[in-house]
């Protein structure tokens, strides 16, 4: 996607597998090393958001989609959590057909502490909300107007394009910049977070925050990495193998958990 010069993509392979040589380690947290390879893509490239048509597909049909689906589940914090899940479905690495059957299905949580979740919740002060995907906007709304309820909430997302994550520019496309509020970036474009390369405002906000709500596999890669203070709680579906595995859930599962 980033090109289609076949001569600059067999240079820019070269490139990535020269990173992992030097970089891949056991010890390593995946998405560091993953933020590597999207940097040299888009410099080796000159194409700075290699997904942008891809995001652009997924505010059309998320937006279509969540208005289709905004009644499949009750306005109560289980069935908005349950709609925020199903947004996770949206996944460019599927055909688009198939995330829309996937997307109409019910939810179901193979790990729930969907109730402890809530508790949690009812008693913050401050929230973090950390958005994943795109088109995942639509879904995550109706859930953080809930949560503003009980408390303050910041919306998280990338301060610049990496993969289909969710950016400034990708809110003011779909309209919903104003909607969400207090909206801040994490001053990086890595899948999830990577705190060295985080801005101070977003690891002080972190820091700081009573309440962590993490959508999306690159936030669980990346934050489970930390110890748990119950501050954390994850929202996902496990899209691959290694992150079922960690989970103890069948791959596809949804699942929201305390850490």
Not at 29 to 52: C, E, F, M, Q, W
Not at 83 to 112: H, L, T, W, Y
Not at 228 to 252: E, F
């Amino acid at each position: 996607m980033a090109t289609n010069d076949v001569v600059e993509r067999e240079c820019v392979i070269q490139e990535g597998i020269d990173i992992l040589d030097t970089y891949f380690s056991r010890d390593q947290v995946s998405i560091v090393v993953a933020t590597r390879l999207h940097d040299a893509i888009k410099l080796r490239t000159g194409n700075s958001d290699p997904y942008r048509d891809m995001k652009d597909i997924e505010i059309a049909v998320a937006r279509t989609l969540s208005h289709e689906l905004e009644n499949t589940y009750n306005h109560s914090f289980s069935g908005l959590l349950k709609f925020a899940a199903m947004g996770n479905a949206i996944d460019f690495f599927c055909p688009i057909e198939s995330v829309k059957q996937e997307i109409r299905q019910d939810v179901s949580f193979a790990i729930d502490m969907s109730a402890e979740f809530e508790k949690r919740l009812k008693s913050a002060r401050g929230i973090l909300y950390l958005a994943d995907n795109t088109g995942e906007a639509f879904f995550d709304l109706p859930l953080l107007q809930w949560m503003r309820q009980f408390a303050r909430v910041t919306y998280v997302v990338k301060s610049a394009p990496v993969q289909n994550d969710i950016t400034l520019d990708e809110l003011h496309r779909a309209g919903l910049l104003t909607e969400f509020g207090d909206v801040i970036t994490t001053g990086t474009a890595s899948p999830g977070i990577d705190f060295i390369q985080a801005s101070g405002e977003f690891r002080h906000r972190f820091d700081t925050a009573d309440i962590i709500f993490a959508k999306g596999m690159g936030y669980y890669e990346s934050l489970s990495e930390l110890p748990s203070d119950g501050r954390i709680l994850y929202c996902l579906k496990a899209k691959c193998q290694p992150v079922s595995d960690s989970l103890n859930v069948p791959l596809h599962s949804y699942v929201t958990l305390v850490q």
